[in-house]
């Protein structure tokens, strides 16, 4: 049971370059979430999903896209990258409703950086 | 619309002694979740608790409490006789009803709490 993947664990970008940050949860759970969190600060809500097929948007989306084909992968998008999108991006999923502490289950996070 | 506040950025204390971290929270739902993550220097983030917004019954576990206080919208996390190991980033966190258009989490800014030997 691996819990929540995401690859790549590190990665630099020029700007303008595109790039996808996979994120894949074996515990078939409904819901999963993108985060970013900048040096010294806390974690913003960038997209989220419910259900396959289902997202919608956090706090921080722009410039980025994402889609929910299957309940397993919830890949995060950066089609022109900036700057401002260097950061620690964290995937996380969970289970509303499988008990009364069903928490986030977070990946390990992949650390980016745009020159 | 929801927001999480936790004023305190720093704390750094000796070994062994209590501390609180303050977690303020904002919401217009009636039912929603509270919860508190830990990071420790190492990055991956831990989960801690999750409380209803119908149960105030204060928690605790070993030398972690946690007391939530509906009308003062506060959900605060005590450590007792802290130790070096509790050094680490906590984060406050709230959700709305799973399975509707409040289901997000947001998450607070965090509190960095120093455990000095």
């Known amino acids: 049971n691996a819990g929540v993947t995401q690859t790549p664990k590190f990665r630099i970008l020029k700007i303008g370059q595109s790039m996808t940050l996979q994120c894949a949860q074996d515990m078939n759970h409904n819901y999963m979430y993108w985060y970013r969190q900048d040096p010294g600060m806390g974690l913003k809500l960038i997209y989220y999903s419910v259900g396959a097929g289902i997202t919608d948007k956090g706090e921080v989306p722009n410039g980025y896209n994402v889609s929910r084909s299957t309940t397993e992968d919830f890949p995060l998008r950066l089609e022109l990258a900036a700057p401002s999108q260097t950061s620690v991006y964290f995937c996380?999923?969970?289970?509303?409703?499988?008990?009364?502490?069903?928490?986030?289950?977070f990946g390990n996070g992949t650390r980016l950086t745009v020159t | 619309a929801q927001k999480v506040t936790q004023a305190q950025t720093e704390i750094s204390v000796v070994e062994k002694e209590d501390v609180t971290l303050d977690c303020v929270y904002e919401?217009?739902?009636?039912?929603?979740?509270l919860f508190w993550y830990k990071q420790p220097p190492s990055g991956e983030l831990v989960f801690l608790i999750r409380?209803?917004?119908?149960?105030?019954q204060n928690e605790i576990s070993g030398r972690y409490s946690w007391n939530f206080q509906k009308s003062t919208s506060s959900f605060n996390f005590t450590i007792t006789a802290s130790q070096v190991v509790d050094s680490a980033v906590y984060f406050c966190a709230l959700s709305g009803v799973p399975y509707s258009s409040a289901s997000k989490i947001i998450f607070g800014s965090g509190t960095r709490l120093s455990i000095r030997p």
């Open positions: 919401t217009r739902d009636t039912t929603y979740y």
């Open positions: 409380r209803n917004s119908f149960d105030e």
């Open positions: 996380a999923s969970s289970q509303p409703g499988s008990g009364p502490n069903s928490p986030l289950h």
